[in-house]
């Protein structure tokens, strides 16, 4: 099993403000990396997939970056519906998830 | 638009099986790509059951494979999951999903819903 690590569990981040966020896998997964962004009571949403490229409709601000076993997701200026929880995931073997990184209000 | 929707019982008893399905609509199962089954007990994250290809090829999560069974009903354009003697480690909500591209070894693109199954006597 592909173990996900992300970091920090939670981040606090002022609106307007550029988030980073870390994901570590356990061996390499190449580019074979995604990630989701999921609010309260809602289904996860796909944001990046093969660590860098934005799914439809994701807008610019949200960029992937990373191979190997380094992968981060930073979104330039975090908006007031960027608050959520948001999830790295490697399909580079049977799919494994991150335990999430909560995008909070400073 | 590709839509997902879950349906199943929503209360399950301990050492039961629990039974899903996953109704699909605005595009065929026929057609291709893999559909998966991921679960999120509350308040944690995300992990993923197993997946199917409308042919009824279907890869499993190895903790779970032993319990798990996955299905396609490509008349009714649904698939379905059945786990096996559960207990309330296994009290979750639960996603239908359609992998992006032809393999299970793809994101997930479109999800459904979720659904709550509780597992408790």
């Known amino acids: 099993e592909i173990v996900m690590t992300q970091s920090p569990a939670t981040l606090s981040v002022s609106p307007g403000e550029r988030a980073t966020l870390s994901c570590r896998a356990s061996?390499?997964?190449?580019?074979?990396l995604a990630w989701y962004q999921q609010k309260p009571g809602q289904a996860p949403r796909l944001l990046i997939y093969g660590a860098s490229t934005r799914a439809t409709g994701i807008p610019a601000r949200f960029s992937g970056s990373g191979s190997g076993t380094e992968f981060t997701l930073t979104i330039s200026s975090l908006q007031s519906e960027d608050f959520a929880v948001y999830y790295c995931q490697q399909y580079n073997n049977w799919p494994t998830f991150g335990q999430g990184t909560k995008v909070e209000i400073k | 638009q590709v839509q997902l929707q879950e349906s199943g019982p929503g209360l399950v008893k301990p050492s039961e099986t629990l039974s899903l399905t996953c109704a699909v609509s605005?595009?065929?199962?026929?057609?291709?790509?893999?559909w998966g089954w991921i679960r999120q007990p509350p308040g944690k994250g995300l992990e993923w059951i197993g997946s199917?290809?409308?042919?009824?090829?279907?890869y499993y999560n190895p903790s779970l494979k032993s319990r798990v069974t996955i299905s396609v009903d490509t008349s009714k354009n649904q698939f379905s999951l059945k786990l096996s003697s559960v207990t309330a480690a296994d009290t979750a909500v639960y996603y239908c999903?359609?992998?992006?591209?032809?393999?299970?070894?793809?994101?997930?693109?479109?999800w459904g819903q979720g659904t709550l199954v509780t597992v408790s006597s």
């Open positions: 605005g595009y065929s199962i026929s057609s291709g790509y893999y």
């Open positions: 061996q390499s997964v190449s580019s074979n």
């Open positions: 999903a359609r992998h992006r591209g032809s393999g299970y070894d793809r994101p997930f693109d479109y």
């Open positions: 199917i290809y409308h042919s009824g090829s279907t």
